[in-house]
C-alpha cells in the first residue's frame, strides 16, 4: 500500500497500479511526473533543430510538436490502447537520448527541410520495423534474471546522474563549458585569417580545421548562486520526505522543485521573457516540414537505434513491474515495446522523434510510493495541454536547470538505488558468477560514460550501438549469465528480487 492508500476510496481489492487517486492529487502528482522530465523532453528537439540550422520559430514548433507527442504516446503507454498497444504501467514517454547522435548526423550531412524529411522518414519507417518485431523481442524475458535486471537498473541509475550533475554545474561542452576559448586568441587568430586571404600577403593559408582550444575559466560554469538553488532544491526534499506526512510527502520532489524556482526567481536566475512573447494557443499539425523521405540506408540505421531503445524499455519495464508489484509478462513486454513502435511512428508524423519510457520517471515512482498508473495518465494529459500551450510550455521551459539538477540527483539516485536493492536479493554466496556478472557488466556499462571517444576509429555505423552505456551493460549482462548461468526460468528469484526492491 501507498502511503496515499488510506485516503483514497479504493476497495481492499484494487491494484495499486489500478487504484485511482482523486482529481487534485492526480493532477499534482502529474505535474510532478511532468517537471521531472520536462528538461529532457525538450532537449533532443533543441539539439537536433539547432543541428538542422532551422529558425527559431521552427525549432519552437519542435518542442511543442514533442510536449503534445510526449503526452499522446504517455496516455497510449499508461491507460491502453485495444489489446496491442500500452503496458498500462505508470510509465512516462518521452524522446530517447539513443536516437541523437545519428539524427545530428543526418543533419550535418543535410540540413533544413530537406534533411528534417529524411530525419522523419527514418524515424516513420524504424516505428514500423519495430512494432512488427516487438514480439520478438519481448520473448527474450528469460534472458534478463533478477541479476541481470539488477544490474542494468543500476548501470541506468549511474549513467544518469550525469544529466543531473549537468543540469546543476553546466555541461561539459558548449556555451557552460568549465573553459572558454579566450576572446584575444580569437580576435588574433580571425585577424590572422583575414590577413592570409589578402593579396601580396606574406602569411601563408591557415591550415583546414584549425581551431583554438578553450582555456580561459567560464564563469557561467559551475556558478556558485546556481549550486546554491540546486542545494536548497535537494534539502527541501529531504526535510518535506522527513518531516512531511502523507501526500505532502510524496509530492516533495515538486515542492522542492517550487521553492527553489521561488528562490531562483528572487535571485534573478529566472527570465519570462518567452513567456510574453509566446502565444497562448498552437495546434500540432502534422508533416510541418512536407512530406517525409524514405531513404533505406537511414532507416536502417534507425531501425539499430530502436532496438537499443527496445532492449533499455524492456530493463524499465521490468523494473516498474518490480516496484508496482506487478509481474511483467511476455504479453506485457510486448505491448509495452509495441507502443515504442507506435510513438516513434507517431513523432515522425507530428515532426518529432523516437520515444520511449522515460528513466527518471521511474525513480519518481519508488520515491513516492504512488504506483497508480493513473498518475502517469494525467502526467500525459498536462503535457499534451502544455503542447498546445505555448505559453504554458513557455513558462515550464523558464525553470533553471539547477533547479532540475537539484531534483534530479534524488531521482536518478533512486533508480540506482532499485538496482542494488534487486541485486540485495541475488545469490552471491552459492553462485559465485552472479559476482562475476555484476562486476564485468557494470565496468563495461561505465565505459562511454568516462572514455566518450572511445569509438573514434571503429566504423560509423556501429556507433549508435555501442555509445549507450546502458546497452553495453545489458549485452554483457545478458550474455554473460547465459555462459555462466545458463537462461533457466526462475520465478523464486525474480518474486524474491521483486520483493527486495519495493523494501522502500
Known amino acids: 500500500m501507498t502511503p496515499t492508500t ?30 521531472v522530465m520536462y528538461a529532457g523532453a525538450v532537449a533532443v528537439p533543441l539539439i537536433v533543430g539547432r543541428a538542422l540550422k532551422l529558425s527559431p520559430e521552427q525549432v519552437a514548433m519542435l518542442i511543442s510538436a514533442d510536449l ?42 543535410t540540413s533544413g527541410t530537406a534533411g528534417a524529411q529524411l530525419i522523419f522518414g527514418a524515424i516513420i519507417g524504424a516505428g514500423v520495423i519495430a512494432m512488427l518485431i516487438a514480439p520478438l523481442v519481448s520473448r527474450m524475458l528469460r534472458f534478463f534474471p533478477p541479476v541481470v535486471t539488477g544490474t ?25 563549458a568549465p573553459s572558454v576559448v579566450s576572446p584575444e586568441h580569437a580576435k588574433w587568430l580571425a585577424d590572422a585569417a583575414a590577413a592570409a586571404g589578402a593579396p601580396g600577403s606574406a602569411l601563408p593559408p591557415l591550415p583546414k580545421d584549425l581551431a583554438l582550444l ?46 527553489g524556482a521561488v528562490a531562483a526567481a528572487a535571485l534573478g536566475q529566472m527570465n519570462f521573457d518567452k513567456v510574453a512573447k509566446a502565444a497562448w494557443v498552437d495546434v500540432v499539425l502534422p508533416f510541418q516540414f512536407g512530406m517525409p523521405v524514405f531513404d533505406p540506408i537511414l532507416i536502417l540505421t534507425m531501425t539499430l537505434v530502436m532496438i537499443v531503445v527496445m532492449i533499455e524499455s524492456t530493463g524499465m519495464f521490468l523494473a516498474l513491474g518490480e ?13 509495452g515495446l509495441r507502443t515504442d513502435g507506435l510513438g516513434t511512428v507517431i513523432g515522425g508524423i507530428f515532426n518529432t522523434f523516437p520515444y520511449t519510457s522515460f528513466s527518471q520517471n521511474v525513480g519518481l515512482v519508488a520515491v513516492t510510493g504512488v504506483r497508480s498508473r493513473f498518475v502517469c495518465v494525467a502526467g500525459g494529459l498536462i503535457l499534451v495541454l ?10 515550464v521551459e523558464s525553470l533553471p536547470t539547477v533547479v532540475l539538477g537539484g531534483a534530479g540527483l534524488v531521482m536518478f539516485g533512486m533508480v540506482a538505488a532499485t538496482g542494488i536493492r534487486i541485486l540485495g536479493g541475488v545469490d552471491f554466496k552459492t553462485n559465485r558468477f552472479n559476482a562475476l556478472v555484476v562486476a564485468i557488466s557494470i565496468g563495461i556499462g561505465m565505459i562511454p560514460l568516462i572514455a566518450p571517444n572511445f569509438k573514434q ?32 526460468r526462475d520465478d523464486a528469484a525474480v518474486i524474491a528480487a521483486a520483493q527486495q526492491a519495493e523494501a522502500h
Open 457 to 488: 576509429w571503429m566504423p560509423l555505423g556501429v556507433h549508435p550501438l555501442i555509445d549507450s552505456g546502458i546497452l553495453l551493460a545489458s549485452m554483457s549482462a545478458v550474455l554473460l549469465n547465459l555462459f555462466l548461468n545458463g537462461a533457466k
Open 68 to 109: 503534445f507527442c510526449c503526452g499522446l504516446v504517455t496516455l497510449i503507454q499508461s491507460l491502453g490502447a485495444t489489446q496491442w498497444f500500452g503496458i498500462r504501467l505508470p510509465v512516462m514517454m518521452g524522446v530517447t537520448f539513443a536516437a541523437v547522435a545519428p539524427m545530428v548526423s543526418m543533419a550535418n550531412s
Open 386 to 395: 502544455l503542447g498546445l500551450l505555448p505559453k504554458m510550455a513557455a513558462l
Open 6 to 35: 488510506p485516503m483514497t476510496s479504493m476497495s481492499p481489492m484494487t491494484d495499486p497500479v489500478d487504484e485511482r487517486l482523486p482529481t487534485g492529487k492526480l493532477a499534482a502528482l502529474g505535474l510532478q511526473h511532468v517537471l
Open 214 to 259: 578553450p582555456k580561459v575559466p567560464n564563469p557561467k560554469y559551475a556558478d556558485l548562486t546556481g549550486v546554491g538553488i540546486a542545494a536548497l532544491v535537494l534539502v527541501s526534499i529531504l526535510v518535506i520526505a522527513k518531516y512531511a506526512k502523507g501526500f505532502f510527502a510524496n509530492i516533495s520532489v515538486l515542492m522542492g522543485i517550487v521553492v
Open 152 to 176: 542494468i537498473i543500476a548501470v541506468i541509475g549511474i549513467s544518469l546522474m550525469r544529466i543531473g550533475i549537468n543540469w546543476i554545474f553546466g555541461n561539459p561542452f558548449g556555451p557552460t
Open 323 to 335: 516496484m508496482t508489484g506487478r509481474k511483467v509478462k511476455q504479453p506485457d513486454l510486448a505491448r
